[in-house]
């Protein structure tokens, strides 16, 4: 069988990892630009990054010589409103000539709303915690759609929750920088708030482009989330790995306590008994897709602490030190769709390893050829077996910040000199035109 014809072979960036331009054309500052100083490995900051700001229309001649179908980018919420109520045209303007070259170039645009830049001035606000972030979001929504709509169908209202509220609001390695004790009721509470807070953000940006895009759009969200593996393919492994899986909890908020409110109108009690009369109608709004980032799995079973294993000791780990399970996508978008019955597209997967530039004046980098064939068989597998799978996205278009790790860890099918901007096509970039070439039958 294999993958449709219309299959959306992509990449995919975020605003704060590659564009710098980090005070340019009236954008104000995000919670990475003010707060990260001083927390990010080798002191390095986006202020810069991949210049793609003022380089974005050679990276999309880059994109379109690989054959990308799809490019999954995300706007910055401060870059359009750099104050409260204020819309920043000049702004808007980068997005708008970013999807026409796009379009021009054949490249569908898929627009993330919300990758992790948080304005300042709503953090000073009270930020993910304050009940008013929702009606600002909104706004925020607005400007966008109306902006982008007429070239943009697909869009994601948020980039991975359970990530940037944990990494900033309870493990303290992402701005800002507030940590709580694991399993304490403070960080329930946390949890809680800001989930709440999260979810009617979506929602509200959700029925925005609903009610106001000019193309009928395509509405998903990009999630994140702890995938467990069944260790065998008998069926009480599968029916464990499942349940587990989605076995979200205050503490341990996995895939289905964001999905299950905004898909089934059904949440844990007590982040139900925190929602307001008619909050849950606005956080379950009709979706098209469902966004899955998905790097690595669990196992489903417990290590002798009676915490969940991550594959035994001693596999092949990646730059990052995460495990390296090809199964992952097989598994992940079978449970994913069997749960919710909603197409599922790979928003991200990809691998940051060692690369440097050969003596040659070429990137070599066959672990990541070999990696993305991995989990692209899986996800052949599921494909093959009938889940509707609509895209696979690269992470990453290029070289870009890593956040708490800055420049260390490279990601990019396109390699960045970050002293010159110069740019390299990696050896995996190639093997990826050739996988869009062939619809992915080349692995
Ligand atoms: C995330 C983000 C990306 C990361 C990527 C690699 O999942 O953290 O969506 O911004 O850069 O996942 O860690």
Redesign the pocket.
């Known amino acids: 069988m294999g993958f449709p014809k219309d299959f959306l072979w992509g990449a995919?960036s975020?605003a704060y990892?590659i564009e710098g331009g980090y005070n340019e054309d009236g954008k104000g500052l995000s919670i990475w630009d003010a707060l990260s100083d001083g927390h990010v490995l080798h002191g390095d900051n986006g202020n810069v990054s991949c210049d793609h700001y003022h380089h974005f229309r050679e990276d999309v001649a880059l994109m379109k010589q690989i054959g990308l179908k799809a490019y999954r980018f995300s706007v910055s919420w401060p870059r359009v409103m750099p104050e409260e109520g204020v819309i920043n045209e000049k702004g808007l303007d980068f997005y708008r000539e970013l999807v026409s070259e796009l379009t021009a170039a054949g490249i569908r645009p898929l627009c993330t709303l919300y990758?992790?830049d948080l304005p300042l001035w709503m953090h000073e606000k009270g930020g993910w915690y304050s009940d008013e972030i929702s009606h600002h979001f909104a706004v925020y929504a607005e400007a966008v759609v109306d902006a982008l709509s007429d070239k943009v169908a697909d869009w994601m209202t948020f980039?991975?929750g359970t990530?940037f509220l944990g990494e900033g609001y309870l493990h303290g390695t992402h701005p800002p920088y507030e940590s709580s004790e694991y399993g304490s009721e403070e960080e329930a509470d946390k949890i809680i708030r800001l989930s709440r807070n999260l979810l009617l953000c979506h929602g509200r940006a959700a029925s925005v482009i609903r009610s106001r895009a000019v193309l009928p759009p395509s509405i998903g969200i990009?999630t994140?989330s702890t995938l467990y593996m069944p260790d065998s393919e008998s069926e009480e492994d599968i029916r464990s790995a499942v349940s587990r899986t989605f076995a979200g909890d205050v503490n341990h908020y996995l895939l289905n306590w964001w999905l299950d409110p905004i898909m089934n109108g059904t949440a844990h009690p007590r982040l139900e008994a925190v929602l307001r009369e008619g909050e849950m109608d606005i956080i379950h709004q009709p979706l098209d897709f469902i966004g899955w980032?998905c790097?690595l799995a669990n196992n489903y079973n417990d290590g002798p602490d009676g915490k969940p294993l991550t594959p035994c000791s001693g596999i092949p780990r990646t730059a990052?030190g995460w495990p390296v399970t090809p199964d992952a996508l097989y598994w992940g978008v079978k449970f994913i769709y069997d749960r919710y019955r909603l197409p599922v597209m790979i928003t991200?997967n990809?691998v940051?390893i060692v690369d440097f530039v050969m003596d040659d004046g070429h990137v070599h980098d066959p672990q990541r050829i070999q990696f993305l064939k991995w989990y692209l068989r899986g996800l052949r597998r599921a494909v093959d077996e009938g889940v509707p799978v609509t895209g696979y996205m690269v992470?990453?278009i290029l070289d870009?910040f890593?956040?708490a790790f800055g420049y260390e860890?490279r990601?990019g099918l396109i390699y960045v000199d970050y002293s010159t901007q110069e740019r390299i096509l990696k050896d995996s970039a190639l093997w990826y035109s050739e996988v869009i070439r062939t619809n992915g039958s080349n692995f």
């Open positions: 995919a975020a990892q990758h992790w980039n991975e990530s990009a994140d980032n790097y990052m991200e990809g940051a992470w990453s870009n890593e956040w860890k990601f």
